[in-house]
């Protein structure tokens, strides 16, 4: 049953995609140290954490992988940033079957509680607790591109900016590398003067309702789509509160959902 659960969660297919991302391991001349261990065993356990949002500490035996060694493979990959080259692969093999719509970007926010750590505040929506908040940028169709982590007092439109900067180069069906939508999506939160001219100066046309003089009802029929892209990432039970002493870990798992999301729609295309 075990093997089965495992195989469900990182398929032969995704683990092709995987491999060639991870990191050598580097034996020490002196011999000592860590000891290697099986990657894809390791791997799969973070995604069995990542999904099911259990503890560490509460890793099944049967992965074959202790909770202290995932965890730490996993903070090793984070550092390298495996979790951003992975997801730019997945949307690699997207964008190269034409399956990633630049015609627009959407952006958007979600706030969640958080435990402890780094990128965290006080979430002004919810009697001041402390929480973070996931920024997500989707082409057209919901699919995540750009992904940001800050405190829950920091104001949507601080995020706006370096979600589009964040976007990474993708490939296409035919020609270059592509980087920049057509029109970006926002609600009235993401309205400033500077950053619409910001956006123009790279040939991107803003869609952002102004505060008191234009509605956002207009945007709904487009808003649902990142709506919907964060309810997908939501459904990845380790972000719906947030445990992780370290902002780049909590990240890492929102990098990695994101990754998992994108590769679904990669699945249903290759069945």
Known sequence: MRVGLSQRLVPDELWSLVAPLLPPFASRPQG????????????TAVVYVLTSGCAWRHLPETFGVSPATAHRRFAAWTEAGLWRRLHQTVLDELGA??????????????SVRAKRGSLTGRNPVDRGKKGSKLHVLSDAQGLPMALG????NVHDSQALLPLVAGIPAIRSRRG???RRPGILRADKAYYSAERLKWLRERGIVPRIARPGVESGERLGRHRWKIERSISWLFGYRRLTVRYEREGSHFLAFL?????????????KLTT
Do not use: N
């Open 32 to 43: 000592g140290g860590t000891a290697p261990v099986d990657e894809r065993a390791v791997f």
């Open 97 to 110: 079957r034409g399956e990633v719509d630049w015609s627009s970007a959407i952006v958007d926010a979600a």
């Open 149 to 152: 982590v800050s405190g829950a």
């Open 176 to 178: 270059p590398r592509r």
């Open 255 to 267: 990098g990695l959902a994101a990754t998992l999301t994108c590769y679904k729609k990669l699945a």
